[in-house]
């Protein structure tokens, strides 16, 4: 009888110890549309999985010479939110870029667009399709901000935000309760902006993964 009582007492300080050294604070969600319900969540954008292309066009005694550059994601984030009936909501985006190399026959010296930044205005919604708790696609319309300098000659002039026109963005959804990826294809066309006519940059594609850190 002193042996399982001694096992029992044994066994409930153990049980208790444990308890007491057990993580405080953890939360766990059942699902990506659970954390999303639960709390604005945000997610990391990096440069791994991420690609661009900025279409432009450039004045030339021949007239215009237009072309596609490539664009190197360096970082970003999101922060993201769903509502009760399941509505995705963008609360923040921000996205930087490497530097852009402009055709040294521009200025007829080397330059390059410098500090590349795009960011969302104002939140968005869109309506949004479940395929499962843990799957979603949502196509939204963004107001975005262009933020960047101009390099000429190793002169470096901070540009004035440009406000871009509506640009529609794609969003996926997928992962679990712990961990959520997303895919965000971004695609801006028009004149997005012009440099004393001598070059215009008319489209900008983003393709981003971004997933959550914690």
Not at 22 to 30: K, L, M, Q, V, Y
Not at 206 to 211: D, K, P, V
Request: with cysteine; hydrophobic share 40%.
């Amino acid at each position: 009888m002193r042996s399982a009582l001694a096992f029992v007492l044994l066994a409930s300080a153990t049980a208790a110890c444990a308890s007491s050294n057990a993580p405080s604070g953890t939360e766990s969600f059942d699902s990506v549309r659970d954390r999303l319900a639960t709390k604005p969540t945000r997610l990391y954008i990096g440069s791994e999985g991420s690609s661009g292309t900025v279409t432009a066009r450039r004045w030339s005694a021949d007239g215009w010479i237009a072309g596609d550059t490539p664009v190197t994601i360096t970082s970003g984030e999101l922060r993201a939110s769903v509502d009760a009936s399941g509505t995705f909501k963008l609360e923040s985006f921000e996205v930087g870029v490497a530097s852009i190399q402009i055709p040294e026959e521009v200025f007829k010296k080397p330059a390059s667009l410098e500090d590349v930044k795009v960011k969302l205005s104002e939140s968005a919604m869109g309506q949004t399709t479940w395929t499962s708790n843990d799957d979603a696609s949502v196509t939204l319309t963004l107001s975005l901000d262009l933020d960047w300098a101009i390099l000429v000659n190793s002169s470096k002039t901070p540009l004035g935000t440009q406000h871009l026109p509506p640009v529609p963005v794609d969003v996926t959804l997928t992962g679990a309760g712990d961990h959520i990826d997303a895919s965000i294809g971004l695609h801006a066309s028009g004149e997005l902006w012009d440099w004393a006519g001598l070059l215009e940059i008319t489209g900008l594609e983003l393709s981003m993964s971004a997933e959550t850190t914690d």
